[in-house]
Nanobody, 117 residues
Framework: QVRLMESGGGLVQPGGSLRLSCAAS????????MRWYRRTSGKGREMVAT????????GYTDSTEGRFIITRDNVKNMVYLQMNSLQPEDTAIYYC??????????WGQGTQVTVSA
């Protein structure tokens, strides 16, 4: 059974940091590109970070470049998102996603991140 389980969300003040974790099971983790998405009521779904199967290449959206860092541990089947300098506009539900070309697309249930004073 494919499963992605996010954790680490919560309430943080502006300028603070959080580290999200995603535990993967039920599939060959190293076959999948891993991504973090977020969803807000105003902007819909947005991909914020992606990492290659071997963890050697990562990419970010303009709004997260320089503040967020995505990593993965292919031994533990984990993917992480270190989020720094958080701002209220980062408030969203964050989802872990695994993609294998051409048609495997797996999702977690999401974890809420709220940035507020």
């Amino acid at each position: 059974q494919v499963r992605l389980m996010e954790s680490g969300g919560g309430l943080v003040q502006p300028g603070g940091s959080l580290r999200l974790s995603c535990a993967a099971s039920g599939f060959i983790f190293t076959d999948y590109i891993m991504r973090w998405y977020r969803r807000t009521s105003g902007k819909g779904r947005e991909m914020v970070a992606t990492i290659s199967t071997d963890g050697q290449s990562a990419g970010y959206t303009d709004s997260t470049e320089g503040r967020f860092i995505i990593t993965r541990d292919n031994v533990k089947n984990m993917v992480y998102l270190q989020m720094n300098s958080l701002q209220p506009e980062d408030t969203a539900i964050y989802y872990c996603n695994g993609f294998r070309f051409p048609d495997r697309d797996e999702w977690g249930q999401g974890t809420q991140v709220t940035v507020s004073a």
